[in-house]
């Protein structure tokens, strides 16, 4: 068993991230997601593991040092809050396109626009359909404890690696806030340069006499070449799509609806299961852990099981149910229910929301 | 056994770290554990609360809206919270400062006197741990043990001289709690 201790998703976060053997974060703070480079300078990494931690001067300038660090194929990260995510869009297109490996985090708070810091699940479009330009996914992990937020470190930077794309841990501000008990996983140590010249053949570690040149770049002005580059990025997300899906489904054995949902909504979520049970609803939850790729095959399955609703719960005005949608494909009521703008719904708000929009509206 | 907790004053009476200390003991005990402050600017110099949640079994929701016991520190927050307390639950508050005392009757409410315990023991640093004690009598589903247990992992080391002190707090705390209306 690991050390066990009380941490903020923020900071398990941050810990992991040294444990995970990352080489470097580069970010810059804002609420509610600081204390990730809080915690990193505190903890000093470049004296444990030789990790660098370097605050930028802009999210701009941080997504673009993950570029270029995980271009060399080292672990790299950075994370921020909603307004700096929709700053570094434009880095994670040029970071699709160039396939590079890395691990970002988005701790979600209410917009648009400078909005508000508390916590929200506003940004799903953003993440799961692109928020830069040109035809390109990521993988999207939505971690729903403090735990989770420590362990999806070390699973984000393998899956970056495996696919050479960019893994998004999206939180929020309730994930990120809060303390839970958290179990870290022992260190593991971070690669040689050797080690990576020999594991990564793309990454660019210094050209050796000999040997061809490595070019990282998004960039290609013959179409006819840029079109197959984006027919391999095709088929490396259909294969993520098949090989990657996660979720957790919570008593759906019995159920007749079911509540979707991801992140901080699916531990509210749960508590509105309990509540609707107690008053004899047959309700479970689909807890979504990937985003994208997103379980529409699980979905049918259970429409297959004869389930009559499902009410997408999520902090917005109704963004991840537009994929509940499409999953159901009509075979069963689909509902949307949220608070937004910073409001986090209660259990009980939630399951008045299953009785009255989903069953009876 | 679940326990569902809000404390709330103001930012700097150590609302946030009561909490901290109340979770560390669930986590001595073996307990699941959620801690969920507010956040922000309202923390400072405004009122602060935190959600605290002890429970043998895994923990759904971290945020809510109904508790089984609210420890109320200033009238902001009794103002917002009185409401909030399951009927049958506990409402324990110091009455420095309040102007509107409670008047639910389908709860159990008890005072403490936090702040002019703590100015009597010559430190009003330790007031929340005073509070703590208060609620540590009323629902001994946390030990003194585990709570100085909590104290030793959550402080650091150079702090740890001061724990006697804090366990003396804990101490006049359970002995000063008093009803203020109890349910038949």
């Known amino acids: 068993m690991g050390e066990l201790k009380l941490m903020k998703g923020n900071e398990a976060m941050a810990e992991a991230a040294i444990r995970a053997g990352a080489d ?4 810059y703070p804002i609420t509610p997601q600081s204390e990730v480079i809080e915690y990193l300078m505190a903890e000093k990494p470049f004296e444990r593991t030789g990790m660098v931690v370097l605050q930028a001067e802009s999210e701009v300038a941080a997504i673009n040092m993950v570029y270029g660090a995980g271009g060399s194929g080292k672990r790299v990260m950075t994370s921020s809050s909603s307004p700096g995510v929709s700053l570094k869009q434009e880095g994670l297109s040029y970071i699709a396109g160039s ?18 810091i508390q916590p929200s699940q506003a940004d799903y ?22 735990q989770e937020m420590a362990d999806f470190v070390k699973l984000g930077f393998d899956l970056a690696f495996k696919y050479r794309i ?7 501000g309730v994930i990120g806030q809060m303390m839970e008990k958290v179990e870290l996983f022992d260190q593991v140590p971070r690669m040689t340069d050797a080690e990576i010249k020999e594991k ?7 050209k050796a006499k000999g040997t061809e040149r490595r070019i990282i770049t998004s960039l290609d002005l013959d179409s006819l070449k840029m079109e197959k580059h984006n027919h391999h990025l095709q088929a490396k997300y259909k294969l993520i799509t098949e090989n990657e899906v996660r979720f957790e489904l919570i008593g759906c054995e019995d159920a007749e609806y079911v509540f979707v949902a991801y992140g901080s909504s699916a531990r509210i979520a749960q508590k509105s299961m309990q509540l609707a049970r107690k008053k004899g609803i047959k309700v479970g939850l689909l807890r979504l852990i990937t985003l994208f790729p997103f379980p529409t095959k699980q979905i049918q399955t259970l429409c297959d099981q004869g389930i009559k609703g499902f009410l997408a719960v999520e902090m917005s005005a109704g963004q991840m149910v537009e994929d509940v949608q499409l999953s159901v494909n009509g075979r069963a009521k689909v509902a949307h229910y949220g608070r937004f703008g910073g409001i986090v719904h209660s259990p009980e708000e939630v399951e008045l929301a299953l009785e009255q929009i989903l069953i009876g509206g | 056994m679940t326990e569902e907790i809000i404390i709330a004053g103001f930012g700097g009476q150590g609302v946030l770290s009561m909490g901290k200390i109340l979770a560390y003991s669930g986590i001595m005990h073996d307990q699941e554990v959620s801690w969920m402050p507010s956040y922000g600017p309202e923390m400072r110099g405004g009122t ?8 043998d079994e895994r923990i759904s929701s971290p945020v809510l809206t109904v508790f089984d016991t609210a420890i109320i520190l200033n009238q902001q927050s009794m103002d917002k919270f009185e409401k909030s ?18 008047s639910r009757k389908d709860i159990n409410i008890y005072q403490i006197e936090g702040a002019q315990v703590a100015a009597e023991m010559g430190n009003t640093k330790i007031f929340n741990m005073v509070i703590l004690g208060a609620y540590m009598k009323l629902k001994p589903i946390v030990q003194l043990e585990y709570v100085i247990k909590g104290l030793k992992k959550s402080l650091p080391e150079r702090y740890h001289k001061l724990i006697p002190l804090n366990e003396d707090a804990i101490n006049m705390g359970m002995k000063h709690i008093k009803p203020y209306y109890l349910m038949n």
Do not use: M
Request: glycine letters at 16%; a neutral charge; hydrophobic letters at 40%.
């Open chain 2, 85 to 102: 307390v399951r009927p049958g639950g506990i409402l324990i508050y110091d009455p420095n400062g309040i102007t509107h005392h409670p």
């Open chain 1, 99 to 116: 396939e590079i490996p890395c691990l970002y985090a988005n701790v979600v708070r209410g917009g648009p626009g400078l909005g508000t």
């Open chain 1, 125 to 146: 479009f953003q993440s799961v359909k692109g928020g830069g330009h040109g035809d390109y996914k990521q993988i999207v992990l939505a971690p729903a404890s403090v």
């Open chain 1, 166 to 172: 960019a893994v998004l841990i999206l939180s929020d």
């Open chain 2, 48 to 55: 602060a609360n935190v959600t605290v949640i002890l429970s």
């Open chain 1, 24 to 27: 470097a974060y580069f970010g």
């Open chain 1, 200 to 206: 990564y053949p793309w990454a660019t570690t210094g």
